[in-house]
């Protein structure tokens, strides 16, 4: 079994990942006060998605593993949306 060994992220790097993460949810609150109708809920799913990718990449330091283990997640995380996305739209044409 081959082995690799990672370097730890810095501890800047994870300050500003967590500043970030500060800054976005600030931002997902300033959103939801404002009344932009159906697009309240596309700014809230795409402002965590931002959020879950940043804790994903640097705190589980999937930024470091393999490129076929990224790729699985984001063809499987692709086809979740597909169908959240679908359910969307049956809900809003009934």
């Not at 730890?8 to 600030?26: D, E, K, P």
């Not at 086809?79 to 044409?93: N, P, Q, S």
Request: glycine share 6%; hydrophobic share 60%; proline share 1%.
């Amino acid at each position: 079994m081959n082995q690799t060994t990672h370097a730890a992220l810095s501890f800047r790097c994870l300050t500003t990942v967590w500043l970030l993460l500060l800054i976005l949810t600030g931002i997902t609150v300033g959103v939801s006060r404002l009344d932009l109708g159906i697009l309240n809920v596309w700014a809230a799913l795409g402002i965590a998605t931002l959020k879950a990718s940043l804790v994903v990449f640097y705190f589980m330091h999937l930024k470091n593993e393999p490129r076929m283990l990224v790729i699985c997640l984001l063809i499987a995380l692709l086809t979740l949306a597909t169908f959240i996305g679908l359910t969307f739209f049956d809900v809003l044409y009934r």
